[in-house]
């Protein structure tokens, strides 16, 4: 008899249990859904303080999602601006990152992170988990991205969800091929209880599918071509979820959007576009003779010895592995996102971090030699001559520090904008890029300014920061995001020439010869030029079929071969000899960093998404 009414207990605790978790799921709850608030821009401050306003005043709502490009370029102004305006809602508020909060970004992330405590988030209410990812690109141009750490963060959070939970899934791009990665994020979804996603990016409310899953894209809170912004109220029923535009001050519209909840239903039978990896089999020479994923995005050239490949990663680890088959030497933390590409000169590792430091690494232990601390992050890669490390960083400051003790020997602070890329040594003066409007032109013995050059726009979106500069003949070339390839004299910082025909964005090389500089164009191409101080025009051109291309990796030429890598994880051979394609390689479907290329037969290769592989023939 005991034994009946402990079962019965049971019964009814685990009943009750049951109907607690399906009256939460059932009950009718609402919130507020704001998106690419753009803070920075000419009325994103206004339009935001508006909006948190206009939400403050509605009692009903349970909380608040913000959908990434929170501010405008990412800087630590617009940040703190973005979250002094969001701290006065008096409703929960959770939100992400988009590519303008990071794309541009002079702490490579960090800010937003130490800002806002976090680039990605997980929680559950009445019964529904929401989950949301991080997007890219990271300092770099490139299409978007999931962070290689989200990815794996996600897999850990869907492991500890049931099966039958309904989940909300949130980024700021559309989970389809505007994501380099969609897949990552979709494939993982569909094996749960998804109810829908949403996201931002596109300025505008729009209904999607995403291989089965409900997604709605919402409006800008910026009031664009309006007198006042505005965002979505989403109410979420037991079988139903209703998306409303509200402007502030004006009652909620009609529902534009609604759709069904329901247990989810995974289409397996349908086959769904994924990335094609043919080309690998037109090439079955190339080989990938070792490949390490790393636990995190890569977006930096590895550095190798002979025998140690070095590489940090976006959650501030650098990486030491066996250049003979990829295995794990050492690891050392930083409290930064690493994007500077690490160079190795007297055994010593030497790279910049997010946190703001510059360390020194010895090559075969990892162990810390020294390190210098910078007032703001270390975005920028190191070149090496002569004893000294050459580095920019995002306090305004370009620096010569002693490689043996990490002393400063001079600093220049005076440049405009952050430093994120490679400088370039020519004679006696060092050259490098910012995100303000400048290329800057330094004696590279006491840091005296020689000359500063600008394109003339004023929007520093077009600024000569990723390139890295070339140089023969007393003339420096450079392609910024205008899209012009650029000739300046090196002794006084005058234009010689600019040539827009091939559509030539940041991504450019020069021969071994120093003859030639190539182009890769945005669109198949890759262009020649002739070093000389007057306008050549195009020499040639050689179509490769690689399609639409963005990304800032500089084309190597090296042992009568060139190599460059893309968008899409597709790493490029051509002969400029005759033209003509030697063969092609693609390792996943995220951006191909600069390569480093050891003979003509072995590269050294890291892409966005955190493989690091070496290429054999």
């Not at 490679?422 to 840091?447: E, H, M, T």
Request: aromatic fraction near 10%; charged fraction near 20%.
């Amino acid at each position: 008899m005991k034994y009946n009414i402990k079962k019965l207990k049971i019964y009814l605790t685990l009943t009750l249990i049951f109907f607690l978790k399906l009256s939460a799921v059932a009950q009718t709850f609402k919130y507020a859904f704001v998106t690419d608030t753009h803070v920075g821009t000419a009325t994103g401050e206004e339009d935001l303080r508006r909006t948190v306003k206009d939400i403050n005043k509605q009692k009903d709502l349970a909380f608040v999602l913000v959908t990434g490009d929170v501010t405008e370029m990412g800087t630590l102004k617009e940040i703190k601006l973005a979250k002094e305006i969001l701290s006065t809602l008096t409703k929960p508020v959770h939100l992400i990152p988009g590519n303008h909060d990071t794309g541009w970004s002079e702490s490579g992330g960090v800010d937003f992170t130490q800002q806002f405590g976090n680039d990605k988030f997980t929680f559950d209410h009445n019964g529904f988990r929401f989950i949301a990812c991080a997007s890219g690109p990271y300092v770099r141009m490139s299409d978007g991205h999931i962070p290689r750490d989200a990815t794996v963060w996600l897999e850990n959070i869907l492991k500890n969800t049931p099966k039958e939970m309904p989940i909300v899934f949130i980024n700021h791009y559309p989970i389809d091929n505007s994501l380099d990665n969609w897949y990552e994020a979709t494939d993982r979804i569909k094996k749960y209880n998804i109810q829908y996603a949403i996201c931002g990016h596109g300025h505008a409310n729009k209904a999607f599918n995403f291989e089965g899953v409900e997604g709605t894209m919402g409006r800008s809170n910026l009031r664009a071509k309006d007198s006042i912004g505005g965002y979505n109220i989403v109410t979420m029923h037991k079988d139903s979820t209703f998306f409303a535009v509200k402007k502030p001050g004006i009652a909620v519209e009609n529902p534009w959007r609604k759709f069904a909840l329901k247990t989810f239903k995974n289409t397996n039978n349908v086959q769904f576009e994924r990335p094609s990896y043919a080309i690998n089999t037109t090439y079955p020479e190339i080989k990938q003779s070792w490949t390490y994923h790393s636990a995190a995005n890569v977006i930096s050239t590895p550095a190798t010895n002979g025998k140690i490949v070095v590489v940090g990663n976006a959650i501030g680890e650098v990486e030491a592995l066996s250049l003979k088959d990829g295995s794990k030497k050492w690891t050392f933390k930083t409290k930064g996102a690493i994007y500077s590409s690490p160079v190795i000169v007297n055994e010593l590792v030497i790279l910049g971090s997010g946190d703001g430091n510059i360390y020194a690494l010895q090559v075969n232990t990892g162990k810390l030699e020294w390190k210098y601390q910078a007032k703001a992050a270390v975005l920028g890669s190191p070149v090496v001559e002569k004893g000294r490390v050459y580095i920019g960083s995002s306090d305004n400051s370009f620096r010569a520090i002693d490689v043996k003790t990490g002393k400063l020997i001079w600093e220049f602070n005076q440049v405009e904008g952050a430093i994120a890329a490679l400088p370039l040594i020519y004679k006696d003066k060092v050259i490098f890029g910012s995100w303000g409007r400048y290329l800057y032109a330094l004696n590279k013995n006491d840091g005296k300014l020689a000359w500063k050059w600008e394109n003339g726009n004023p929007n520093r979106m077009f600024s000569p920061a990723m390139v890295t500069p070339v140089a023969n003949n007393d003339v420096i070339y450079i392609a910024a995001p205008d899209r012009v390839l650029t000739a300046i004299d090196a002794n006084t910082g005058q234009t010689l020439w600019r040539n827009k025909e091939a559509t030539v964005r940041e991504s450019i090389g020069i021969s071994e010869d120093r003859t030639l500089i190539f182009g890769k164009t945005m669109n198949d191409e890759v262009v020649a030029y002739k070093t000389q101080r007057t306008d050549p025009g195009v020499l040639w051109r050689l179509n490769l079929n690689f399609g639409y291309e963005h990304v800032p990796s500089m084309l190597i030429a090296k042992n009568g071969l060139v190599f460059f890598g893309t968008k899409n994880g597709v790493v490029y051979a051509f002969d400029p000899k005759t033209q003509k394609e030697v063969w092609a390689h693609k390792i996943d479907n995220s951006m191909v960093n600069t390569v480093n290329v050891l003979s003509k037969d072995k590269i050294l290769v890291a892409t966005m998404d955190g493989m690091i592989t070496l290429l054999s023939k």
